[in-house]
DNA sequence: TCTGGGGTCCTAGGACCC
DNA sequence: TCTGGGGTCCTAGGACCC
């Protein structure tokens, strides 16, 4: 059975055009949170040879000179476009996986013309959502990766690779074959391995020397052995990590705490959302920044004595952490919380000696639906109202669009 | 001056147990 | 002087993904 893989091009920015269509053929960017890195590229700025990643203030000037439109993440925005197009997938195939924010593999029943269907997923998706996509189809998730990026190289919407035209894979970088990243790639090159087909062979042994079993797994993928499963039902996580980088350090532990519950409360919502509870807490307290080599963690972990995502309680957890790990005289310009241990919610273990109120969870459910229903902010713990709203540490995001499909107040407008 | 956030898996080494 | 073998669990670090 055919792996077909569909990715959106340049996601972000494809999102920002469909609600502003006179940027269809401008160059748009858009950045990391915190206004700090470019995280997505439309075509023109890819021409503009700025890399995925790079950080913004290095590149400004050359984006200004083109005139290019600069947008701060969406999230809330590209998560339902996202949605969107998952759900106009699910029509094409019985099964899938949605393997991240723009991109899900399909399993379709084998067909004649799979090139024919490449195109009628294109259409689909660009006529109901405005996202365009690109589809990649092979034997193994690894293959439908290569032919998606051998789409791209040739500018095709849809490549289909098989038999035939196997040796196509001499067009894929080393480096650019699903699962082999940086490290991997300078090490197959310095041996002068330096596309996929060379990867493809390798001997077990030889595959297995230069990276681990994940690698030797990933060879076998490019040879045909499906080993990487279509994980149709997403595995329960093992962590909810909720971290920020601050728009002004914080140095002192009265805001670290007004943060901390912030940071707390998301990430509380998230394991309750998912039916999930804690067993520990992890907070971690960042100094200078992440490129200078005088950067610090400071870092503390509780052990909860019972799993839970009341927030309260992690509230609680997490004041003790801040506690242990704060050091005097410290500026931390990121931080953030860690729960792992994670087990279902119900049934959970009872405490002999903290019973569990079950006005709790109706307490957590009235609270996430307010939340869900008026925005994040809605309704907070009293420790996490800031002196100054927006506070200082708060997020930069100054370029953001409006969350038009989310937000009642953010509704596009149209004029005749 | 300014460099994101959220995940997973593997491996090696140390602590500890019988 | 001579000092085993097998197992588990935890952690840190490194690799990868988007």
């Given at each position: 059975?055919?792996?077909?893989?569909?990715?959106?091009?340049?996601?972000?920015?494809?999102?920002?055009?469909?609600?502003?269509?006179?940027?269809?053929?401008?160059?748009?960017?858009?950045?990391?949170?915190?206004?700090?890195?470019?995280?997505?590229?439309?075509?023109?700025?890819?021409?503009?040879?700025?890399?995925?990643?790079?950080?913004?203030?290095?590149?400004?000037?050359?984006?200004?000179?083109?005139?290019?439109?600069?947008?701060?993440?969406?999230?809330?925005?590209?998560?339902?476009?996202?949605?969107?197009?998952?759900?106009?997938?699910?029509?094409?195939?019985?099964?899938?996986?949605?393997?991240?924010?723009?991109?899900?593999?399909?399993?379709?029943?084998?067909?004649?013309?799979?090139?024919q269907l490449g195109e009628a997923i294109h259409q689909r998706v660009a006529r109901w959502t405005g996202i365009p996509v690109r589809v990649g189809i092979g034997a193994t998730k690894t293959l439908a990766k290569a032919?998606?990026?051998?789409?791209?190289?040739?500018?095709?919407?849809?490549?289909?690779?098989?038999?035939?035209?196997?040796?196509?894979?001499?067009?894929?970088?080393?480096?650019?074959?699903?699962?082999?990243?940086?490290?991997?790639?300078?090490?197959?090159?310095?041996?002068?391995?330096?596309?996929?087909?060379?990867?493809?062979?390798?001997?077990?042994?030889?595959?297995?020397?230069?990276?681990?079993?994940?690698?030797?797994?990933?060879?076998?993928?490019?040879?045909?052995?499906?080993?990487?499963?279509?994980?149709?039902?997403?595995?329960?996580?093992?962590?909810?990590?909720?971290?920020?980088?601050?728009?002004?350090?914080?140095?002192?532990?009265?805001?670290?705490?007004?943060?901390?519950?912030?940071?707390?409360?998301?990430?509380?919502?998230?394991?309750?959302?998912?039916?999930?509870?804690?067993?520990?807490?992890?907070?971690?307290?960042?100094?200078?920044?992440?490129?200078?080599?005088?950067?610090?963690?400071?870092?503390?972990?509780?052990?909860?004595?019972?799993?839970?995502?009341?927030?309260?309680?992690?509230?609680?957890?997490?004041?003790?952490?801040?506690?242990?790990?704060?050091?005097?005289?410290?500026?931390?310009?990121?931080?953030?919380?860690?729960?792992?241990?994670?087990?279902?919610?119900?049934?959970?273990?009872?405490?002999?000696?903290?019973?569990?109120?079950?006005?709790?969870?109706?307490?957590?459910?009235?609270?996430?639906?307010?939340?869900?229903?008026?925005?994040?902010?809605?309704?907070?713990?009293?420790?996490?109202?800031?002196?100054?709203?927006?506070?200082?540490?708060?997020?930069?995001?100054?370029?953001?669009?409006?969350?038009?499909?989310?937000?009642?107040?953010?509704?596009?407008?149209?004029?005749?």
């Amino acid at each position: 059975m055919p792996v077909v893989l569909v990715d959106c091009n340049n996601f972000y920015a494809s999102c920002e055009r469909v609600f502003v269509p006179r940027l269809r053929d401008k160059p748009v960017a858009v950045l990391s949170n915190n206004d700090g890195c470019i995280i997505a590229r439309s075509d023109e700025v890819k021409a503009l040879n700025i890399p995925m990643g790079a950080p913004y203030f290095k590149h400004r000037e050359t984006l200004d000179a083109v005139g290019a439109h600069i947008f701060s993440a969406n999230f809330e925005l590209y998560g339902d476009l996202s949605r969107r197009v998952m759900h106009t997938l699910e029509t094409f195939c019985n099964q899938m996986e949605v393997y991240s924010i723009d991109e899900a593999f399909l399993h379709v029943p084998a067909q004649s013309d799979l090139t024919q269907l490449g195109e009628a997923i294109h259409q689909r998706v660009a006529r109901w959502t405005g996202i365009p996509v690109r589809v990649g189809i092979g034997a193994t998730k690894t293959l439908a990766k290569a032919a998606s990026e051998l789409a791209k190289k040739t500018k095709k919407r849809t490549f289909v690779l098989d038999e035939r035209n196997r040796t196509a894979l001499a067009q894929v970088k080393v480096e650019d074959v699903w699962g082999i990243g940086r490290r991997w790639g300078a090490r197959l090159r310095r041996n002068h391995i330096t596309t996929a087909l060379h990867l493809c062979g390798l001997s077990d042994q030889q595959a297995r020397r230069y990276m681990n079993v994940i690698g030797l797994r990933t060879v076998y993928e490019l040879r045909g052995t499906p080993c990487f499963p279509l994980e149709a039902q997403p595995p329960t996580r093992k962590s909810v990590v909720h971290s920020r980088s601050f728009g002004e350090a914080v140095s002192d532990p009265a805001t670290m705490r007004e943060v901390l519950t912030t940071f707390v409360s998301r990430a509380a919502m998230k394991l309750r959302r998912d039916k999930l509870a804690a067993h520990m807490l992890h907070v971690f307290l960042l100094t200078g920044h992440r490129h200078k080599p005088d950067a610090r963690q400071d870092a503390a972990t509780i052990h909860l004595s019972q799993a839970t995502n009341y927030t309260p309680w992690l509230l609680q957890a997490a004041n003790a952490g801040l506690h242990k790990a704060w050091r005097p005289n410290s500026s931390y310009t990121k931080a953030g919380v860690l729960c792992y241990g994670l087990v279902p919610e119900s049934p959970t273990q009872g405490h002999l000696f903290f019973p569990t109120d079950p006005r709790h969870a109706a307490l957590m459910h009235t609270l996430d639906t307010i939340n869900r229903k008026a925005g994040h902010d809605a309704v907070v713990f009293a420790a996490a109202r800031p002196q100054k709203k927006p506070p200082a540490w708060a997020t930069r995001c100054t370029l953001r669009s409006p969350r038009y499909t989310t937000r009642w107040e953010e509704l596009p407008t149209a004029y005749a």
